[in-house]
């Protein structure tokens, strides 16, 4: 069964930093891009970060200079770190990941991780 493990949210004063971690799992042919995406109250969930096998990176403009996008491919993991946080990064943090499976190599399924709660309060 693939999957993809998030780690790392929590609470954070403003200012502070997090780092995110996403781990797929399971039988896997290829991990293409990877990416974080976050939705919070009464909003539509967004792109925050996006990192292809290419390792060119992009982000939305309101975390540029903030937020560092990384992968491990070896590892089939993702990192998001998240310095000098703001009230308004509060959000769940989605991973999401572009997969080729063994049982069907020229489709690519797109996986999400089941969301972690970062919130930045004083």
């Known amino acids: 069964q693939v999957q993809l493990v998030e780690l790392g949210g929590g609470l954070v004063q403003p200012g502070g930093s997090l780092r995110l971690s996403c781990t797929a799992s399971?039988?896997?042919?290829?991990?293409?891009?990877m990416a974080w995406y976050r939705q919070a109250p009464g909003k539509e969930r967004e792109l925050v970060a996006q990192?292809?096998?290419?390792?060119?990176?992009r982000y939305t403009d309101s975390v540029k200079g903030r937020f560092t996008i990384s992968r491990d491919s070896a590892e089939n993991t993702v990192y998001l770190l998240m310095n000098s946080l703001k009230p308004e990064d509060t959000a769940v943090y989605y991973c999401?990941?572009?997969?080729?499976?063994?049982?069907?190599?020229?489709?690519?399924?797109?996986?999400w991780g089941q969301g972690t709660q970062v919130t930045v309060s004083s």
């Open positions: 990192i292809p096998t290419t390792g060119i990176t």
């Open positions: 999401n990941a572009d997969l080729v499976l063994p049982t069907h190599i020229y489709t690519v399924f797109k996986y």
């Open positions: 399971g039988s896997i042919f290829r991990v293409n891009a």
